[in-house]
């Protein structure tokens, strides 16, 4: 009798090239769209028109309420805070293979599959399942998954990680798939248009009030429109004007200000990270070289993990970063194996 599976469909060419992997290779699988804002849309109609022509079962979920509990309000409560999260990182752990998983298993399904490009193994030397870097570089998402749990990857398919996004196209086109060219969303789901003051105001009902810019010595530099539209490291859009490039290089929200500075005081090399979580290593027991990097766009680079304690650690740089900002992820990796990550707290130079 095949394994089962249980495919999370967004729409997307991904999920569906993934189903056809996993049907290639035998398995029963079913497909799950979740609805986790608006009324599902487009996304969902792709979805199920996929899965139909696919010949699999398709079922939809809506998780709206739990979606703004699990991640749209801390979202919004870490800009409060001054911070910059990301939330697909806590969609990944809470949503996707938290409460999918959980269908999964109501549904009697032994595996839950994603489209995410990122390939797993498991190491029998350490009786750890891993996650490693995708075959397609450019599209490698593990940055994403560095806080899923062992029990969660124990149970995850990514038939995605040996293949590029234009196989999964053409896998997709061969099937007569509508969403073969459909285009990537570079927007995060519940924030389209990416502005994100506008949609934490919307979602609030009330608008953030104004304060002060201030140079790092404490000078006084204009008023800036609410904290929560800015983010260290912006240039562009501060409303103000200098006569040379200037800079967000700290927000305190205590004090309702916005700290200013030119590009150099964007650069450190240690910065203290949070809810540290270890996939490759049951705990580190002394400084452990890595490559690292403080957002996903970013190459990574080499740097030594300093544990602190359970949670914490100290993630120090060979060279200078730019604009490693509180609430993003930092992530590190031994050649292509994801070790772990953490939220980054602060940096220091």
């Known amino acids: 009798m095949p394994d089962t599976v249980l495919v999370g469909m967004s729409g997307g060419v991904d999920s569906s090239a993934a189903v056809l992997l996993l049907l290639d290779a035998g398995y029963d699988v079913a497909g799950l769209t979740l609805r986790l804002c608006g009324d599902g849309g487009t996304a969902e109609a792709d979805a199920r028109q996929a899965a139909a022509r696919l010949g699999i079962a398709h079922f939809t979920e809506d998780l709206r309420p739990r979606f703004a509990q699990l991640v749209m309000e801390p979202f919004i409560e870490e800009y409060e805070r001054g911070r910059t999260p990301n939330p697909c990182i806590l969609c990944n752990r809470t949503i996707k293979f938290g409460e999918m998983r959980r269908i999964a298993a109501e549904k009697g399904r032994t595996y839950l599959a994603t489209g995410h490009y990122v390939r797993k193994r498991y190491d029998a030397g350490s009786g750890r399942y891993m996650l490693e870097r995708a075959a397609d570089r450019g599209k490698d998402q593990s940055y994403f998954l560095y806080s899923l749990t062992q029990q969660q990857l124990a149970a995850a398919l990514f038939p995605m990680g040996e293949y590029t996004k234009a196989e999964a196209r053409e896998m997709a086109g061969k ?175």
């Open 175 to 349: 099937a007569g798939l509508l969403n073969a060219d459909r285009p990537d969303s570079q927007d995060i789901c519940f924030v389209p248009g990416g502005d994100y003051a506008a949609f934490i105001e919307a979602y609030r009902g009330h608008s953030y009030p104004p304060g002060d810019f201030v140079w790092e010595d404490g000078r006084p530099a204009g008023r800036h429109k609410g904290l929560i539209r800015y983010t260290v490291g912006q240039r562009k859009g501060l409303g103000v004007a200098f006569g040379r490039p200037v800079y967000v290089v700290h927000k305190d929200a205590s004090a309702n200000r916005v700290v200013l500075g030119d590009e150099p005081s964007l650069f450190s090399r240690r910065v203290l990270i949070s809810q540290v979580n270890l996939q490759a290593l049951e705990r580190m027991d002394g400084p452990l070289k890595v490559q690292a990097k403080a957002r996903y766009r970013q190459k990574e680079e080499p740097a030594t993990v300093h544990p602190l304690d359970e949670n914490r650690a100290l993630l120090e740089f060979d060279r200078p970063q730019r604009a490693m900002t509180p609430g993003q992820a930092a992530v590190f990796y031994d050649g292509d194996v994801l070790i772990g990550g953490g939220v980054i707290e602060g940096a220091e130079e």
